[in-house]
Nanobody
């Protein structure tokens, strides 16, 4: 499965973005989908995840109440709802899919290419 992340961009601090993650020609409804990010000079870190049903989501403590993963109505797109953005949220955001609903990158089997989010102060 090949994922395509899109919807990043430049936004001012305090603004919102909603990057999306989709699979070419396939539904994502059988997979947990997670978002990770990697800022310049830093290691990749977990951001948020949503299970296959869409009924369960989990966000990292650093973005809890700020970022949430969600599924589209057709279940073939997953979004990262990003609110109250801060300059420290600047990073490349990656989506990843797998059978397990976890926070660990090693549990995800396929990845998108990433989309850049830049937050200006």
């Amino acid at each position: 499965v090949q994922l395509q992340a899109s919807g990043g961009g430049l936004v001012q601090a305090g603004g919102s973005l909603r990057p999306s993650c989709a699979a070419s020609g396939r539904t994502l409804s059988s997979y947990a989908i997670a978002w990770f990010r990697q800022a310049p000079g830093k290691e990749r870190e977990f951001v948020a995840t949503i299970d296959w049903s869409g009924d369960n989501t989990y966000s990292a403590d650093s973005v809890k109440g700020q970022f949430t993963a969600s599924r589209g109505n057709a279940k073939n797109t997953v979004y990262l709802e990003m609110n109250s953005l801060r300059p420290e949220d600047t990073a490349v955001y990656y989506c990843a899919g797998g059978r397990k609903y976890t926070v660990w990158s090693r549990d995800y089997d396929f990845w998108g290419q990433g989309t850049l989010v830049t937050v200006s102060s």
